[in-house]
Each structure stands twice: as structure tokens, then as C-alpha cells.
């Protein structure tokens, strides 16, 4: 992804920046120092998968952003206030599919 | 005949106090500020400079950015060696500091420094 010069996106790359998109704009909604967790936690989430995740390896990016969009659906409710539990469920997922 | 006379003067004064008053009170009440408030290139609107201006500054103040790289026309990704992601940040902390927000189809499309300004300065809401 690092080196590219803005090609025209793909439908599934679109989903990926547009799942990214959404959970910034959550972050907004919490308070400075949760933003500032929350936002950091994510960045380095789809930083790392960005450089592990082989690109041609569709299921598993479908399957991550399923899961990504779950947690932005959490992250949403006011109730919740931080990113915790993404830290437990990434770790989870190092090895990926049960 | 007299009567008819009468009753016309007696028409006449009660007509001509109603226009006057009604007149009066309709486009210059508190509504009236409201309404050109809304109006989408109002006075307020801001200026091209105004827009260039902190459209680079908010480019130069992201962390992996060289300050002195930025120009009008940078093409974030070829010029200044950022990714899709860092992208993604760019354009929603230029929505933060226009108070936008900038829907999907647009984002995707604004990359480089031009592209910013032109969409900024033309959004009918950008403050």
C-alpha cells in the first residue's frame, strides 16, 4: 500500500479507508483522552494489517472487516468509552481463523 | 349618494393604517439576519486565500509531513510520500477545521493539496 501513487482505488481498498473513516469519526465523539487512545489503537490496527495482510488474500480481508465493522458498531454506542477490548481481540486474531 | 360617500371615508383610514404597520414589521424583524445566514454565498463566505492558507497548515501540522514540502498543488501521495491511510487522516482533519463533513465519494477522490482547496472553497458550508 506504502508506495503507491494514488492508483484508482479498488472496491474492497474503498471499504478498507471508508471502515478507517468511520472509526475516526467515532473517536470524535469521546472524550480527548479516549479519542486520543482510540485513534492510535486503530491507526496502528490497519497499519499493521496493511503491511501483513497479503493483498490478494480477499476472505481473510472480508473477514477482517466484518469483525472491523462489529467493533465500530460497538465503539458507536455512547456506553462505550475506550478500545480495551479490541487490544484483547487483535491479539486473538494474530493467528488467524479458527 | 352621501351615504356611499361616507362610508367610503370611513374605509379609507383604517386601510391605509393596516399596510403601514403590516409593511413595517415583515423584512427588517430578527428574522430577517436568519435568512442570510442561510444563504449559501453570503458575505461570510470564506475567501480563496483564507482557504489555502489553512487548508497547508493543516497539511504542514500532520506529524509524518516536511513542513517545508507543502505547496498548493502537493500531491500527498507522490509528493509527500504518505499512504492511502494517512489520506484518510488528512482529509478528516481538514473536516474538523472547516467544521465539513465530507462524505465517502468525495474523500476518496481529494489528494493532494489543489484538490482540498478547491473542494473547500466551493462547499457552500465551509466556516
Redesign the interface.
Known sequence: MGASSSPKLSGMQKQVLSLYRGFLRAARSKSAEDRHKIESIVSGEFRRNSKQVDRKNFLYIEYLLRRGQKQLDQLKSPDTVGLSSLNVSVSETIDPKP | MALRAAILRHVRVPVKTLTLTGRKSQPWGPNGASLRFLSSHGDDHLSKDEVIERVLSVIKSFPKVDPSQVTPDV????DLGL???D???IV?ALE?EFKLEIP?KE??KI?SSNLAIEYIYNHPMAG
Open positions: 500531491h500527498f501521495q507522490k499512504d492511502s491511510l489520506n484518510v487522516e478528516m474538523e465517502d474523500a476518496d489528494d
